[in-house]
């Protein structure tokens, strides 16, 4: 029998300790494929280092709302690469004190990101946490991009909206959390064909590694928890999040 293959559709390989350890134990736990996520201008080096001559492992450049500086212009230089297959991560985050001025920041960001993505035709990865309004609107604002909520953590509300637009429900490790019943609400209630798993890495590791340094080798764990969940098997999650997967992101199937 062919062993399965999963995908870990959102994590930070170069924040690892031991990255090309992890990447290893993440091949031998079936994790084939993994999307390295761009965050900021200064480390964004590492990400394509991770992601180049490194077969299943893929990028996106960004620039996460915590690192918002206003239009990040620099990601340009990077959309040539042929290992780049989207927009991101960009988003929301008015967790932490965000005042006017920070909010200012990420908006345009955020805006800027998505005429990026609009404009190359690239799918987005958005990250939003307690800015359900003002993300809906900005997704609002461009019709024919599409991508991903990241690690999602709102309620059902905002995800039937956002899956109105055409975008895809990531779940991550949270979905394992005592505390995170609209997490899993969500989980069970998202249609298989915009359903993506991930982990985060090397945040938010899922139960049974709660508290360790996360790494894609446990998305599995997720994996398991959400076909529970929603009543399938372990090998439906594992085929459906990798076909979704594929489908969102094209630019990572043809190299
Ligand atoms: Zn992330």
């Not at 924040?15 to 999307?35: H, S």
């Not at 390295?36 to 960004?62: H, K, M, P, Q, T």
């Not at 490790?173 to 505390?179: L, P, Q, R, S």
Request: aromatic share 8%.
């Amino acid at each position: 029998m062919v062993p399965l293959q999963f995908v870990d559709s959102h994590c930070h390989l170069n924040y690892l300790d031991d990255t090309p350890e992890a990447i290893a134990r993440a091949r031998a736990a079936n994790v084939d494929t993994m999307l390295c996520i761009g965050v900021e201008a200064d480390r964004f080096s590492e990400v394509l280092e991770c992601a180049d001559g490194n077969s299943g492992i893929w990028a996106s450049v960004g620039e996460h709302p915590g690192n918002a500086s206003g239009r990040p212009k620099w990601l340009h230089d990077h959309l040539p690469h042929p290992r780049i297959v989207a927009i991101g991560e960009t988003g929301l985050d008015y967790f932490y004190d965000a005042d006017d001025a920070t909010r200012k920041l990420q908006l345009d960001g955020f805006r800027y990101q998505m005429e990026v993505a609009h404009a190359e035709n690239l799918p987005v990865i958005i990250h939003t946490r307690a800015a359900v309004e003002d993300t809906l609107s900005v997704l609002h604002e461009f019709p024919r991009v599409t991508g991903v909520l990241h690690c999602f953590t709102e309620n059902w509300d905002m995800a039937e909206k956002a899956l109105a637009l055409g975008y895809y429900i990531s779940i991550s490790g949270i979905v394992t959390f005592k505390n995170a019943e609209n997490v899993r609400d969500v989980a069970r209630r998202v249609p298989s064909e915009r359903l993506l798993i991930e982990t985060d890495a090397p945040w938010l590791a899922p139960v049974p590694n709660r508290g360790k340094t996360n790494e894609p080798a446990f998305v599995a764990h997720t994996a398991q928890y959400v076909a529970d969940l929603r009543g399938q098997t372990l090998a439906e999650i594992a085929v459906l999040t990798r076909d979704n997967f594929f489908r969102l992101f094209p630019r990572a199937d043809s190299k």
